[in-house]
């Protein structure tokens, strides 16, 4: 049985329910029970996997994207190079072996990883030692030179609260104690500043999600990046815009209830890469771009096929697959979105859309 649902039950008796946000954050951080904080939840035998555990074409492909910015923005001479979420390094191991190819880029690039997973960073230690790199709890840590940052599915596991529209109001979906398990309930009707927007396009029953922390990263990051230069590759699934109940759980590669493992099972919500991009402001946004299109536009394929060429057997066959799954329209490669801020001076990442 989860650890956490005892602690959960004392916590919703002593205080009342708490939100969707607030289960979130004790489900995928708490200490000693959360998800994130007890394992290492990737790959085949874990519960999900992602891009980079998928290929090393993805984390080779973002790292040149970050380079051609690089060159583009004059070659700066000290930069950021960060990754928020880093999972087991996978992703940035493979864009720094691409960087390497372009002259002066790694000596120009401090390694600096936002990770709040200590069985994560354990995993990026071993696979990043030969580039020196410094752990933080939090962007605001960082440096202040121009930022290179990758972030590969870590807005999704970010806490959102959910509110359903009532009227001209709003309940906010909670998570409440019923009949002797967690249960969904909703607060009485009241007015959300924050949602004062979205009353012009949401209709009565619509439920509409908020993501406080993911706006106040990318509101970081959208400064330095305006004042200091620098680009912000950010991947995920998620749409231009929120709407609808995106809560999911998932376990063994598996959908499960939200409410049925807390801390065992995977929580995420879809990332609302509008409210991302306007958070993001002073910073420049190009339009959002399906990640399959992005992925083939920077040279997917012809990488593929170099890759190939060395390949036989079920090693091809699990190759070829793994470049159809990151860019197929019916796999990853159209719900995954690439959201990319730059410098209103300098020009996009190559690879989105215009
Ligand atoms: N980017 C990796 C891992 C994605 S899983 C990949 O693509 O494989 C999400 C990652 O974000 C994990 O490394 C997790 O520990 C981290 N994470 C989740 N919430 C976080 C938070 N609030 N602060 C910092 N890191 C967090």
């Known amino acids: 049985m989860s650890a956490l649902l005892p602690l959960l039950e004392a916590r919703i008796a002593a205080e009342g329910p708490m939100s969707v946000a607030e289960y979130m954050t004790w489900c995928l951080l708490h200490p000693q029970h959360g998800y994130y904080t007890t394992r290492d939840p990737l790959g085949q035998k874990g519960d999900f996997t ?13 790292g040149l994207a970050l380079a051609q910015s690089w060159l583009d923005q004059g070659r700066p001479e000290r930069i950021v190079l960060a990754e928020l979420g880093p999972g087991r390094g996978t992703l940035m191991a493979d864009a720094l072996r691409a960087m390497k190819g372009v002259p002066g880029l790694l000596d120009a690039a401090e390694l600096h990883l936002v990770e709040a997973s200590p ?47 009532d009227g001209d109001g709003w309940r906010e979906r909670v998570v409440g104690w019923h009949e002797g398990q967690l249960s969904f309930g909703l607060t009485d009707i009241a007015a959300q500043a924050a949602l004062e ?12 999600e908020t993501c406080a922390p993911a706006e106040a990263i990318v509101q970081e990051v959208g400064r330095r990046i305006a004042a200091q230069g620098g680009v912000a590759l950010i991947v995920d699934y998620g749409g231009w815009g929120s709407l609808g109940d995106t809560l999911q759980a998932v376990r063994a590669h598996e959908k499960t209830a939200p409410l049925a493992a807390p801390g065992d099972a995977d929580l995420t919500a879809h990332v609302d890469f509008r409210a991302l991009a306007q958070a993001a402001a002073p910073a420049a946004h190009a339009p959002l771009t399906a ?13 593929a096929r170099a890759l190939a060429a060395r390949l036989n057997g079920t ?8 470049h159809r799954r990151l860019t197929h329209p019916g796999e990853m490669g159209s719900l995954f979105k690439v959201l990319a801020l730059h410098a209103p001076d300098a020009p996009p990442p190559p690879g989105l859309d215009t």
């Open 291 to 303: 990640q399959g299109v992005f992925l083939e536009r920077l040279g997917i394929t012809e990488r």
């Open 197 to 208: 927007h979205r009353l012009a396009d949401t209709a009565q029953g619509d439920m509409v």
């Open 315 to 322: 090693a091809l066959e699990s190759h070829v697959a793994a």
């Open 119 to 165: 069985a994560l960073r354990a995993a990026q230690a071993t696979r990043l030692s030969d580039y020196g790199p410094s752990w933080h709890d939090s962007l605001a840590e960082l440096p202040e030179a121009p930022l290179f940052l990758l972030a590969n599915e870590f807005f999704d596991a970010l806490p959102v609260r959910q509110f359903l529209r």
């Open 50 to 62: 992602t891009a980079p555990e998928i290929s090393q074409m993805f984390g080779e492909l973002l």
